[in-house]
């Protein structure tokens, strides 16, 4: 069946690092997916989102890139912080699935 | 302008009782998504409604759990004689258009 999942259910980095979180997905047909940060006890939040029809988008500090090519998405967080600390989802919206989410952890 | 809001925060149950989860969407969006999340899992997707109608409810089981999305008022989902196994984390979401979907802070069942 179709899904989205993640690659790595945790990742450590050190403050100041960069981090990449990687998403793959099924559904040739997606077209529209978003990244959400849920940190501890909190609903999940809108991070950045991404069309088919593009390969990079970049926010503040937040880049999300696309790979049609091998269905994979990732997210890169330059500079990362303690409040980056975290469970990322990916999420694409056509099917309304997300993954088990990759758990980051900022140490300092 | 407000996000959405969930309520009860937190809710205890006994086994057998009625669990009755309130969702009010953010201004203006008139499509609402219902989330089951276990702990340390991700989001289940469990039903999306627009006013007044079902569009999908793949993801609700068949038996006890039921959501509407009425002309006036919140978002209920209600779960019926609840079990151990309905302790979660409901989440609500809402939409202005089908895409972007913005997230209540979520309401806790536990039943006992």
């Known amino acids: 069946g179709e899904s989205v999942g993640l690659h790595l259910p945790t990742l450590s980095v050190q403050e100041g690092d960069n981090s990449i979180i990687n998403c793959a997905y099924s559904?040739?047909?997606?077209?529209?997916f978003i990244w959400y940060k849920q940190e501890s006890g909190k609903g999940p939040q809108f991070i950045i989102d991404?069309?088919?029809?593009?390969d990079k988008r970049q926010g503040q500090r937040v880049t999300v890139l696309l790979n049609k090519t091998v269905k994979h998405l990732s997210l890169q967080i330059a500079a990362t912080q303690p409040g980056d600390s975290a469970v990322y989802f990916c999420?694409?919206?056509?099917?309304?699935?997300f993954g088990a989410g990759t758990r980051l952890t900022v140490k300092p | 302008n407000a996000g959405v809001m969930q309520n009860p925060r937190h809710l205890v149950r006994r086994r057998g009782q009625e669990a009755r989860l309130r969702c009010s969407p953010m201004?203006?969006?008139?499509?609402v998504y219902w989330y089951r999340q276990l702990p340390e899992e991700g989001l289940k997707f469990m039903v999306y409604?627009?006013?007044?109608?079902?569009?999908?409810e793949s993801g609700m089981p068949k038996e006890r759990f039921s959501a509407e999305f009425p002309k006036e008022g919140p978002s209920i989902l209600r779960i019926q004689q609840v079990v151990r196994g309905d302790s979660a984390a409901y989440f609500c979401?809402?939409?202005?258009?089908?895409?972007?979907?913005?997230f209540g802070p979520g309401t806790r069942l536990l039943v006992l």
């Open positions: 409604l627009q006013k007044e109608n079902i569009i999908d």
């Open positions: 559904n040739s047909a997606s077209d529209y």
């Open positions: 991404i069309r088919s029809n593009m």
């Open positions: 999420a694409e919206t056509n099917d309304m699935r």
């Open positions: 979401a809402s939409s202005p258009n089908e895409e972007t979907q913005y």
């Open positions: 201004k203006g969006h008139s499509h």
